[in-house]
């Protein structure tokens, strides 16, 4: 258990559906990062917050949104799903922002039919 | 644009053939090189960071080093547990915020 918890684990839904990913980070860690991980593009960063704040945003796209709360988790927002939303989504914490590696949850398995 | 490639994409070993995995990177102003670990269907497991050329670092049967363009994971003597993607990646010197852009990982096979 790497202490960043991530629910569901698995999730399948249609397209034009809309779900929310939630992550708990490590106890003490400020920052939050989500990642994207499909088989043909590796991982992918989508957006990290830092202690409720936006602090940097990757090739995220407008259907997609997140937010970090006063306790610090995280929930991630994929509305209008297509099938090529289908991926293994990671939310990583770290203490601050930069210059430590991160911890990373087990991931959540998005399936879009 | 920060950018990362690994080489090989895939390597089969016998137990206790030593060998090396690359990271190739360019960075703007490089923070950071990380090293993870990922079984399949698992998160990405933290290995090492490197912060400046000439730097090493070890853990078990894994070494880590960094020059000023790539990196190498030399894998001494491996047993069939090492089996896994390795992944690298790099930090960026960023006004706000940070990231780690990875690269697409070496998928190691370790046979008995």
């Known amino acids: 258990d790497s202490g960043v918890t991530q629910t569901p684990k698995h999730l399948i839904t249609a397209t034009g559906q809309r779900v929310t990913l939630r992550c708990s980070p490590r106890?003490?860690?400020?920052?939050v990062y989500w990642y994207q991980q499909s088989l043909d593009q590796g991982l992918q960063f989508l957006i990290q917050?830092?202690?409720?704040?936006?602090?940097a945003k990757g090739n995220i796209l407008e259907r997609f949104s997140a937010q970090q709360f006063p306790d610090l988790h995280s929930e991630l927002n994929l509305s209008s799903l297509e099938l090529g939303d289908s991926a293994l989504y990671f939310c990583?914490?770290?203490?601050?922002?930069?210059?430590?590696?991160?911890?990373f949850g087990s991931g959540t398995r998005l399936t879009v039919v | 644009e920060d950018q990362v490639t690994q080489s090989p994409e895939a390597l089969r070993l016998q137990e206790g053939e030593s060998s090396s995995l690359n990271c190739s990177y360019t960075?703007?102003?490089?923070?950071?090189l990380f090293w993870y670990r990922q079984d399949p269907g698992k998160g990405p497991e933290f290995l090492f960071t490197?912060?400046?050329a000439g730097e090493e670092k070890e853990k078990e049967r894994l070494k880590a080093t960094l020059t000023k363009k790539e990196s190498f994971l030399h894998i001494t003597a491996p047993k069939p547990e090492d089996s896994a993607t390795y992944l690298c990646?790099?930090?960026?010197?960023?006004?706000?915020?940070?990231?780690?852009?990875f690269g697409e990982g070496t998928q190691l096979t370790v046979n008995p």
């Open positions: 106890s003490g860690d400020l920052s």
């Open positions: 990646a790099v930090q960026a010197w960023e006004t706000s915020g940070s990231r780690l852009t």
């Open positions: 990583a914490s770290s203490p601050v922002t930069g210059g430590y590696g991160y911890t």
């Open positions: 917050y830092y202690n409720g704040e936006e602090r």
């Open positions: 490197l912060y400046s």
């Open positions: 960075v703007s102003g490089l923070r950071g």
